[in-house]
Each structure stands twice: as C-alpha cells, then as structure tokens.
C-alpha cells in the first residue's frame, strides 16, 4: 500500500477504508473484512455512532493496533475546547485504543478556533498522532491559521471527478495540508457516469477502480466505502494498472463544479 507524508512524517496510507452509514452492529465485521482484504486505514467519526462495532472490529482482526492508522472526527454539537477533549476520550473510550492516528473537525462552525486548540492540545500531549479538519474552505482554513500554533495536517473534503475542489487542493498543497477525499465514488453517482465506464472497459478495470485510481494519480488520500466483500477487495486493487493523459483530460470533461454533498457554508446540523 502507498502512503502519503504529512507534514510531521507521520505516513497515512492513501486508500483507506470509510464507515459512514455502516450500523454500530455491522461495522465490527466491515472493519474486519478490510482488514483481512489488505486495508490498514480506517475512517470513522463518532456522528457515524459506529465507533463501538469499528474498535470491536479492529481487535478482532487481530492486526497490530500500531499497524492501522486510525481516524474520528469531532462532531458540530461537541465543539469548544473543554466539550472537544470530552468527546476525543469518549471516541477512544468507544473505539477501545489509547490513541488515534488522526482526529479531525467535521465540519467548520463558529467554535472552530477553540476546538482547534483542544486538538493541539491533544496532539501536543500524545493522544493523537496528527490532527486536521474536514469540509474547510479557504476562508475557514485562514481564519484557523490567524491562531493556530499547528497547522493541520490534512482536510478531508467531498472530492470527485465531479467536484475535483481545485482552488482547496492548490491551497492546501501550499500550506503542505495533505488532501484526503470523501465520496470518491460519487456515493454511487460514478456508476453511471459513460466516460468512466468507457476508460474502466479501456483498462479492463472497473468504474469504482478508475475512480479510485484518479484520487490516487492526484496524490489525494482517499477512503472508499463498502459493506460487500467483492468490493471493498477491489476497490483496493488499483496498483496494476495507470491512467494516462488522455484518460486523465476525458476525466476531466466530468467537472461540472456540483457537490453531492452538502455546502460547508450552508450546514445546518
Ligand atoms: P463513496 O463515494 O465511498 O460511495 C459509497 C457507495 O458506493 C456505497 O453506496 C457503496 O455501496 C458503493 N460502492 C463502493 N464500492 C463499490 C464498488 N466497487 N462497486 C459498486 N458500488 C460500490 O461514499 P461515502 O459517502 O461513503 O464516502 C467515503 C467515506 O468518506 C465515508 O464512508 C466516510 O468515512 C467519509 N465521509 C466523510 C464525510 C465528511 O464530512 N468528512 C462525509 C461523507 C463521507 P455498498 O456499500 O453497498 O457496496
């Protein structure tokens, strides 16, 4: 598996496994199922209340806790500096490990600043071996950076072929933030997407792999979803193959500028 370097050199393996919308009750036998399939990366937060059966999971595989980097998020509702170390312990606490690999904000909101100093806070004294944050813009990143001490080390955003978030990337490249992508597979839109079909046909890949594989060529982390064996094995599969510049260019024609998800400045949860 490839990782990428953040900033402080810790290695965070660049196709990871995401959790979101997987039940607390079948996540253990998800996680484990990754792990047995090769992932060592785990993304999970404590909104997707699946961190129980994601630590349950962990331990069951058997695999080394320091051989899997392992990523929560802080949610909206349990932002500020007292509230956020409060909810780092109850994630541990339900993961069942001393310590994450990366903990991250969810989603920008007014306590940024004072969450952010409870995450160095954290990282600082060792509990946490990277921190960053999630779904942040330029303006949000540069309101954080006029307080941090640390500037984090990743912002995981929506990022698709679709959506392929330019001005953050080129932003965050500058500031040495690793990018780290959410629904790299359009949360199933790419499906029916022709060109990604044509290029997959081209390769004789698939379409979930193509799309993986073009996170992978722009040097972006990226942690595809999936409950079903066949597909968390081969969305894992994409080191046998490489897009070139004329799959690249046709993938481009996909941009369209459209978030699937929501817009970080329009959140109301
Ligand atoms: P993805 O883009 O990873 O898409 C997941 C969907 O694709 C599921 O419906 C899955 O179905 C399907 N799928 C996966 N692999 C295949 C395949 N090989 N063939 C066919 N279908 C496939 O969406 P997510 O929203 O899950 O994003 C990935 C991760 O990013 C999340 O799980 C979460 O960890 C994180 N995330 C972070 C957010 C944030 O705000 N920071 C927001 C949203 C997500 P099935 O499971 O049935 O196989």
Redesign the pocket.
């Known amino acids: 598996m490839i990782s990428l370097k953040l900033s402080n050199g810790i290695e965070i393996p660049q196709i990871g496994f995401?959790?979101?919308?997987?039940p607390d009750d079948t996540a253990a036998e998800a996680v484990k199922t990754a792990l047995e399939a090769g992932y060592r990366h785990i993304?999970?937060?404590a909104i997707?209340r699946n961190e129980n059966g994601v630590g349950k999971g962990i331990k069951e595989s058997g695999i080394p806790r320091n051989e899997i980097f392992l990523t929560s998020?802080l949610w909206n509702d349990d932002q500020g500096y007292d509230t956020a170390l409060k909810a780092f312990d109850e994630s541990l606490k339900k993961l069942g490990t001393d310590y994450l690999d990366l903990y991250?904000i969810?989603?920008p909101k007014a306590k940024n600043k004072e969450s952010w100093k409870a995450l160095e806070k954290l990282y600082k004294d060792g509990r946490v071996k990277s921190i960053g944050v999630?779904?942040f813009k330029e303006h949000h990143l540069d309101d954080l950076l006029t307080e941090a001490e640390i500037i984090p080390m990743i912002n995981?955003?929506?990022l698709?072929p679709q959506f392929p978030q330019k001005e953050i990337r080129k932003y965050c490249m500058e500031k040495g933030i690793i990018v780290e992508a959410?629904?790299?597979?359009?949360?199933?839109q790419?499906?029916d997407k022709k060109i990604v079909i044509q290029i997959a046909e081209k390769h004789g890949k698939?379409?979930?792999?193509v799309g993986i594989r073009w996170a992978v060529q722009n040097g972006i982390v990226t942690?595809?979803?999936?409950?079903?064996i066949?597909?968390?094995k081969?969305?894992l599969n994409v080191f046998d193959f490489e897009l070139d510049q004329d799959d690249m260019l046709k993938m481009e024609e996909l941009n369209k500028g459209i978030r699937i998800?929501r817009d970080p400045d329009k959140i109301d949860f």
Do not use: C
Not at 182 to 188: D, F, K, P, R
Not at 206 to 209: A, H, I, N
């Open positions: 995401g959790t979101f919308e997987i993304d999970t937060a997707y998020k991250l969810h989603w999630s779904n995981q955003v929506e698709h959410w629904a790299s597979l359009m949360q199933g790419i499906f698939t379409v979930s792999q942690i595809p979803k999936s409950t079903h066949q597909r968390i081969e969305n998800g």
